[in-house]
């Protein structure tokens, strides 16, 4: 039989989990001996209003099956005083599920700052501020395991969503760096994409597929992700529901490379169009920045070009 994961010991704390997806979570981990503080804004899919029914109830659930959780009815804009509650509480933080989550669907020609801002401060804001609150304790205690809830509409576009796309990739770059920062000292840290029913989907999909979507489905990918013994798994970007899960990644064209040596020109690059744009050709998987110093590296073997060290460029880094 497989291992049954467990979390004694441990405090998670999920954001978002009076509902939906960030409920099952913290059933979930309740249910595995965690800790877990039940945050919960309580207010509606729009972002308005609040109320702490919805954490409640969630506490409620869990306790009566046996399990420990505490309610945290902050704004996750409050990232200090939702990870205070777990220190208050349990003394300790072990997870951090960047959950919550609202929607303000608007065609870009009807969008008002009002629906753009509010969107990137759940969102964008709300995940920094509690991480960086539970930041200073994963390095001091040399653990913690993070988890950011991106979306396909993030990473592919979908119409009626620039707010929420803008904010969602977003998260995947806030996420790959924190893995980056934190690996030295045992921080994991992993962006998912799910597609589950809840609230936010009841809208716009039909009930038989929502019910194929259970947001339980989605429970087993973050339940690995943030467990122990996951200790390399980190940086990645999974797209997961209905019972599947995905790794995702960038891919880049062969490329062209337009020494200089001739003419950079745009119509010289049109000439190689091809091989710029075109996927069906030999391509690589992009796990990183392209070799950019590397190319130049080349580049300075034909005569007039200047140095690396001239351009401090020395280094693999993203441009
Ligand atoms: P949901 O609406 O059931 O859950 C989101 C929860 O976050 C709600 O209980 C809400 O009260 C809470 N919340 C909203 N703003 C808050 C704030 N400022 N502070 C604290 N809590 C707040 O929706 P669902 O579907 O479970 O969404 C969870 C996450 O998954 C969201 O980040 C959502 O964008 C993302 N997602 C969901 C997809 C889906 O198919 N359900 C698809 C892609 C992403």
Redesign the pocket.
């Given at each position: 039989a497989p291992e049954k994961l467990r979390y004694d010991g441990q405090t998670v704390v999920v954001?978002?989990?009076?509902?939906?997806?960030?409920k099952a979570y913290a059933v979930f981990f309740g249910s595995r001996g965690a800790n877990v503080v039940v945050?919960?804004?309580?207010?509606s899919?729009k972002?308005e209003g609040s109320g702490k029914n919805?954490a409640d109830e969630v506490v409620k659930q869990i306790r009566d099956a046996g399990g420990k959780a505490v309610a945290n009815y902050?704004?996750?804009?409050n990232g200090e005083a939702i990870i205070k509650t777990a220190i208050d509480n349990f003394g300790r933080i072990d997870v951090l599920i960047n959950?919550?989550?609202?929607?303000r669907d608007i065609s870009f020609k009807n969008m008002k700052d009002q629906d753009w801002d509010l969107i990137m401060k759940?969102?964008v804001q709300?995940a920094y501020r509690c991480a960086r609150a539970a930041w200073p304790h994963f390095r001091k205690q040399k653990y913690g395991r993070l988890i950011s809830?991106?979306?396909?509409?993030g990473l592919y576009g979908s119409f009626g969503q620039t707010n929420?796309s803008a904010a969602?990739l977003a998260l995947v770059g806030f996420t790959e760096s924190l893995a980056k920062e934190g690996v030295k000292y045992n921080i994991l840290c992993n962006t998912i994409?799910?597609?589950?029913?809840?609230?936010?989907?009841a809208t716009v999909m039909p009930q038989e597929v929502l019910e194929l979507?259970r947001?339980e489905f989605v429970v087993p990918l973050v339940a690995v992700l943030c467990h122990s013994s996951n200790e390399d798994e980190t940086g990645s970007i999974f797209e997961v529901?209905g019972g599947y899960v995905a790794k995702i990644r960038w891919e880049r064209t062969q490329g062209a490379l337009l020494r200089a040596d001739e003419s950079f020109t745009p119509g010289a690059l049109l000439q190689k169009w091809k091989d710029v744009a075109d996927f069906s050709r030999e391509n690589q998987h992009a796990s990183g920045p392209a070799d950019f110093a590397g190319l130049l590296e080349d580049a300075q073997k034909l005569p007039n070009n200047p140095k690396a060290e001239e351009l401090d460029f020395k280094g693999k880094v993203a441009v």
């Open positions: 954001t978002g989990a009076g509902g939906g997806l960030g945050n919960d804004l309580g207010g899919a972002g919805m902050d704004d996750v804009m959950n919550a989550g609202i929607l759940v969102h709300g809830t991106a979306s396909a509409a929420y969602k994409a799910p597609i589950a029913g809840s609230r936010l989907t979507l947001p529901g």
